[in-house]
């Protein structure tokens, strides 16, 4: 009998922890196919957040190693100048990448490290039981903003994907969406494409993962992913922002 | 034999370190090391290594671990301030049990403080600085020489311990020039790395760098294997150096460029025909406990000098045990202390002694 569907080989046997109908399960499935697919996973090394998603070096197959919260892309860097020929990638939450660890974001990017990141935005601090991240939009409710989000005081949501492709140093810079399944193909083209750019040398990719967290937004699965498309995907419009190969044609 | 170079101390550390096999140096600019990271700036490109400025201590901290993670010797420095930003990295790479050298150039605070050479980052160094149960190996040089075989000795004991390791020192060892030679640098020893992420090439099982452990039971565990690891790094690594304890009524104890306004005191005092002697902490963690113990069954009082308000005193007591009066001398925030402050303080204790 022909085989149609099966876990793909970068990821572990170990059972995913995540909440029903989180997408971060989806996301990491997609990393992991996209390894398969580009014959890389021996050659991988991974770096886990502190996030939701911490626990990502007991699911991804290839050596991994776990960050202090933020610092993912540092320790990437650290490992990328030891092994340049080696497949470097982070996996980080909003609050990880966009708060705690801004400068290494940043600087990583302004680098051009040539390394890959794949960057969960789902506008909450999952982990720590839903606090308002820099990706929170305005009015929204979350623990630490209870009358929603007011930008006066709270200030406003940063669009890691705008901010950053105004550098030089980005290769390619995306934002996806995991909310329907042309959205979810479209996302693994993305991050298959931040993947062959690092091969490639081409230097720093970054896929920005739109993402739900059921649990802290109070929502069921199927409500949550309703949110992310009638609130997230007008504040954090999907497409390529930066891409070399298009400029240099 | 190799010739001797004239060398600063910030530049021997360098030098040593690359002829330790380290390739990876992340730094971040501050006074006064900054003649280490000018100096890794300028070599590492020449020789194939990585030279990389980082955009804070934290990011540097960091890189090393992720550059120690992957099987590399990676060394990054700073002074005071930016050990503190360094402080939660070197806690995590305690906790993944990384090999790594660390250069503190302490300089004076808290706060910003000053630019000028200071030993009150004792307590941050030995004591923790950053969180949970863990231990650097600390040395502490007092001359330039010393400098490159302790940075030699760092890398190899860090490696054979899976501890991280520094080299403790301050603006002025930092910056004063002396002749050196390499003599004292091993062949770089080829430690056991299957422990880190070079990727598995599909053919084992993935390796983990990680400090993470939920169930307090399997943390408890981790934490009690790496405190055996520094029972034995307790017994086996404590290092001084220690000279007219035998007949001595007071002993000095100073480390770094203290021991060696002390020495020069010790020196006139001695002539004087007054019995003391010094001990010279090597290592400052281990803290080299046995032989102030040894000394304390003759000796009738202690004295430590430090560029500090008391720090390094705290274990000297520990290590005496209540078997002599320890006594405290220190200048701070910057000043050094002079022979004759030195001398008169051992005149004064000496004058009580019966
Ligand atoms: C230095 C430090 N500060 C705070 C925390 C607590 N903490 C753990 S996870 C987290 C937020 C994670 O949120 P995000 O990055 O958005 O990931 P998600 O859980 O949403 O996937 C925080 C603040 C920590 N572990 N370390
Ligand atoms: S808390 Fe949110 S982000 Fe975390 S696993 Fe649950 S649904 Fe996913
Ligand atoms: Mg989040």
């Known amino acids: 009998m022909a085989i149609v569907f099966q876990k793909p080989h970068a990821l572990t046997d170990a059972p995913f922890h995540y909440c029903p109908g989180c997408t971060h399960g989806i996301c990491h499935r997609l990393v992991a196919e996209v390894l398969d697919e580009l014959g890389v996973e021996g050659n991988a090394i991974g770096v886990a957040p502190v996030g939701c998603a911490v626990m990502a070096y007991d699911y991804f197959n290839c050596d991994m190693q776990e960050a202090a919260h933020g610092r993912a892309p540092a320790v990437a860097t650290g490992i990328k100048r030891v092994h340049p020929d080696k497949v470097v990638f982070t996996y980080q939450g909003d609050g990880d990448l966009a708060a705690i660890g801004t400068a290494e974001t940043v600087h990583s990017a302004a680098r051009g490290e040539n390394i890959t990141i794949i960057f969960i935005n789902n506008t909450i601090y999952g982990m720590t039981g839903g606090q308002m991240a820099p990706t929170t939009l305005p009015g929204q409710v979350t623990q630490t903003s209870p009358y929603g989000r007011d930008i006066k005081t709270q200030g406003n949501p940063i669009r890691v994907c705008e901010m950053l492709s105004t550098l030089d140093g980005p290769s390619y810079i995306a934002r996806v969406a995991l909310d329907s399944v042309p959205n979810i193909k479209k996302a693994k083209a993305s991050i298959k494409k931040a993947f062959q750019n690092q091969i490639e040398g081409k230097g720093f990719s970054l896929v920005e993962v739109l993402s739900t967290c059921p649990t802290n937004w109070g929502l069921s699965p199927i409500e949550a992913i309703k949110r992310l498309q009638k609130d997230m995907l007008p504040y954090y419009p999907l497409g390529v922002y930066k891409d070399i190969d298009n400029e240099n044609k | ?354």
């Open chain 2, 1 to 354: 034999m190799s010739e001797k170079v004239l060398m600063k101390g910030n530049e021997a550390i360098g030098e040593a370190a690359i002829r330790s096999g380290c390739r990876h140096f992340f730094g971040y600019p501050i006074t006064p090391q900054t003649e280490l990271s000018a100096y890794m700036a300028k070599k590492m490109p020449k020789i194939g290594g990585v030279f990389l400025q980082a955009e804070s201590e934290v990011a540097a901290i960091n890189m090393v671990y992720g550059a120690a993670g992957a099987g590399a010797r990676a060394m990054t420095s700073s002074s005071s301030p930016g050990i503190s930003l360094k402080s939660e990295g070197i806690s995590y790479i305690a906790g993944a049990d990384l090999p790594c050298v660390i250069v503190d150039i302490v300089r004076g605070g808290p706060g910003l403080g000053g630019i000028q050479p200071a030993q009150s980052d004792y307590f941050q160094v030995t004591k923790g600085g950053g969180h949970g149960d863990y231990h650097l190996i600390v040395f502490a040089p007092n001359s330039v020489q010393e400098i490159v075989s302790l940075t030699a000795d760092a890398f190899n004991k860090s490696e054979e311990y899976r501890v991280p390791a520094m080299i403790l020192g301050d603006g002025t060892l930092g910056q004063m020039m002396e002749p050196v030679d390499f003599d004292s640098v091993p062949e770089p020893k080829k430690a056991d790395k299957s422990w880190a992420t070079t990727g598995t090439g599909l053919k084992r099982e993935h390796n983990i760098i990680n400090s993470l452990y939920l169930s307090p039971e399997a943390l408890e565990k981790t934490i009690i294997e790496r405190q055996k690891r520094y029972d034995i790094i307790k017994e086996k690594e404590q290092r001084y150096e220690a000279h007219d304890i035998e007949d001595a009524d007071i002993v000095v104890t100073a480390y770094g460029t203290t021991s060696r306004v002390v020495e020069s005191a010790v020196k006139t005092l001695r002539s004087e025909g007054l019995k003391v002697g010094v001990i010279r902490p090597i290592t400052l963690w281990p803290f080299p406990d046995k032989i102030f113990a040894e000394a304390a069954k003759t000796a009738k009082a202690f004295l430590s000098v430090e560029m500090s308000m008391g720090q390094m005193v705290e274990d000297v007591k520990i290590a005496v045990n209540g078997k002599a009066p320890v006594y405290f001398f220190g200048r701070t925030g910057g000043i050094i202390p002079t022979p004759q402050e030195i001398i008169e303080e051992v005149r004064k204790i000496a004058g009580g002694l019966k």
